[in-house]
Nanobody
Framework: QVQLVESGGGLVQPGGSLRLSCAAS????????MSWYRQGPGKEREWVAT????????LYADSVKGRFTISRDNAKNTVYLQMNSLKPDDTAVYYC????????WGQGTQVTVSS
């Protein structure tokens, strides 16, 4: 079964950290570009970060640059999003996306930043 499953979301205080994981199955993971998106309450879904399939080059939205780090472990078919210095504006459902011979989305994981 082809799927992406996110985990690692939760409630964290401002300034805190979380690490999200997205485990892929049923696809040749190393050939896919992997991205994270998020959708805050009442907002459009927005792109957060992308990591390439071969050289693991990374790109970040300006809103998260310097605070978030995307990485991947092709041996584990998993992409990560390390989120530091979290702000209330980071509150959203976070989704991973695989782009390759097909486009796949995970079901999302909730991140809430609140004191």
């Amino acid at each position: 079964q082809v799927q992406l499953v996110e985990s690692g979301g939760g409630l964290v205080q401002p300034g805190g950290s979380l690490r999200l994981s997205c485990a892929a199955s049923g696809l040749v993971f190393g050939t896919y570009i992997m991205s994270w998106y998020r959708q805050g309450p009442g907002k459009e879904r927005e792109w957060v970060a992308t990591i390439s399939s071969l050289r693991s080059s990374t790109l970040y939205a300006d809103s998260v640059k310097g605070r978030f780090t995307i990485s991947r472990d092709n041996a584990k078919n998993t992409v990560y999003l390390q989120m530091n210095s979290l702000k209330p504006d980071d509150t959203a459902v976070y989704y991973c996306k695989a782009t390759g011979s097909r486009i796949l989305w995970g079901q999302g994981t909730q991140v809430t930043v609140s004191s």
